[in-house]
């Protein structure tokens, strides 16, 4: 099982940058596929982006493509996520979510239905 907790939140005006952390506990991460995801108040949960649990293969909404960088770092436990040119309707709670997969995977997964371990959410935040 992985504990994750995000960091990074915060407020940041429009066309401005921010970067997110998911921090892992435990030392299974680098079998977990990882993936972000948001929500706003009233709407479902979105996906964001989604990695391989070797850091490899790398997915993107197309909301987010080419502004939203999705990395990270087995040897700290770490994923993130790098927000460029962030506009007002990317503010909402973002989470952090993982799944155990095979030592040979380097797939990634879209469906929050997919990950059985999620992060408590990071408040973004964007002023126009």
């Known amino acids: 099982q992985v504990q994750l907790v995000e960091s990074g939140g915060g407020l940041v005006q429009a066309g401005g940058s921010l970067r997110l952390s998911c921090a892992a506990s435990g030392r299974t991460f680098s079998n977990n596929a990882m993936g972000w995801f948001r929500r706003t108040a009233g709407e479902d949960r979105e996906f964001v982006a989604a990695i391989s649990r070797g850091g490899d293969n790398t997915y993107y909404a197309d909301s987010v493509k080419g502004r939203f960088t999705i990395s990270r770092d087995n040897a700290k436990n770490t994923m993130y996520v790098e927000m460029n040119s962030l506009k007002p309707e990317d503010a909402a709670v973002y989470y952090c979510?993982?799944?155990?997969?095979?030592?040979?995977?380097?797939?990634?997964?879209?469906?929050?239905?997919?990950?059985?371990?999620w992060g408590q959410g990071a408040q973004v935040t964007v002023s126009s």
């Open positions: 979510a993982g799944r155990m997969v095979s030592p040979f995977s380097d797939g990634y997964y879209e469906s929050d239905r997919n990950y059985p371990y």
